[in-house]
């Protein structure tokens, strides 16, 4: 299995920005990059356009949505479909994602509508699950993970190891330069990995878990060393193309 390294550019860079940074990347990781890594850019939808225009044909830099709506069109001002995505050459989309929980308030309903319709349309989903501190020390970290994991209990298990991803990403962890611990991360993948057991007996163990919050270059060939973290979502890093590209490469 591929180890899959993302940048969530989240709510940063102009176009110009991210197009100098998307250049920078692949000519610091394209001839280095082992074939058993994979690297996504998650731009502003802004900026998708313009990073993709900008890559070479044969780039080994993926692109993916942060956000979309589960409809093919419609009136659904301000938002924006998978197809628009799948337009702009991205094979990637982020559902779930914490700011996204706890700032915009997206809950299961819309999260499980957007997983099923995003699969239906042709993108790759990664599936965003953590707790926050307060969930954390009231030992709900079980019971929190199950129940975001609950979206996908109605999906087919056909080929889903190949289209969908999950990352966990403690809340407590994102942007605040508190990475979680080994053990915190092995505990956490090795529960999540047994919940997709149990949703999907034959694909469960092949589903990619990355892990996500406060990932640095020097952090991340030990985290992607520990069981079951099979790559890592970075957001603050991975605006420098300095910095992700060392990511991308750490340990290979
Ligand atoms: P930071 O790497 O800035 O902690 O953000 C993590 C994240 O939210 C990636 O999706």
Redesign the pocket.
């Known amino acids: 299995m591929k180890k899959c390294m993302?940048a969530?550019w989240?709510m940063f860079k102009t176009k110009k920005e991210a197009v100098d940074t998307v250049q920078q990347l692949e000519a610091s990781i394209d001839s280095n990059l082992p074939s058993d890594r994979e690297v996504l850019v998650f731009p502003p939808f802004t900026a998708i356009s313009a990073v993709s225009d900008a890559l070479s044909e044969n780039s080994s830099i993926q692109l993916g949505g942060q956000n979309f709506y589960p409809a093919s069109e419609g009136a659904y001002t301000g938002e924006i479909s998978p197809e628009m995505l799948l337009d702009l050459n991205c094979t990637y989309a982020?559902v779930g994602?914490?700011?996204r929980r706890h700032v915009i308030k997206e809950f299961e309903e819309i999260i499980s509508q957007k997983v099923d319709f995003g699969l239906q349309s042709g993108l790759k989903i990664i599936l965003?699950i953590g707790e926050t501190l307060e969930e954390r020390n009231q030992g709900k970290l079980q019971e929190i993970l199950q129940k975001q994991i609950s979206v996908l209990q109605d999906l087919s298990e056909d080929n889903i190891s190949a289209r969908l991803d999950i990352?966990y990403?403690p809340v407590w962890?994102?942007?605040?330069?508190e990475v979680a611990g080994p053990g915190e991360i092995q505990e956490a993948h090795g529960m999540v990995r047994t919940l997709l057991q149990n949703v999907f007996p034959e694909e469960g163990e092949k589903i990619r878990i990355l892990y996500?919050?406060?990932?640095k270059p020097d952090n991340t060939a030990e985290i992607i060393s520990i069981d079951n973290v099979d790559g890592v979502?970075?957001?603050?890093?991975?605006l420098y193309a300095d910095k992700f590209s060392q990511i991308a490469l750490a340990g290979s």
């Open positions: 993302a969530n989240k982020l994602h914490s700011e965003c990352a990403e962890a994102i942007g605040t330069g996500g919050g406060s990932v979502l970075v957001g603050g890093a991975s």
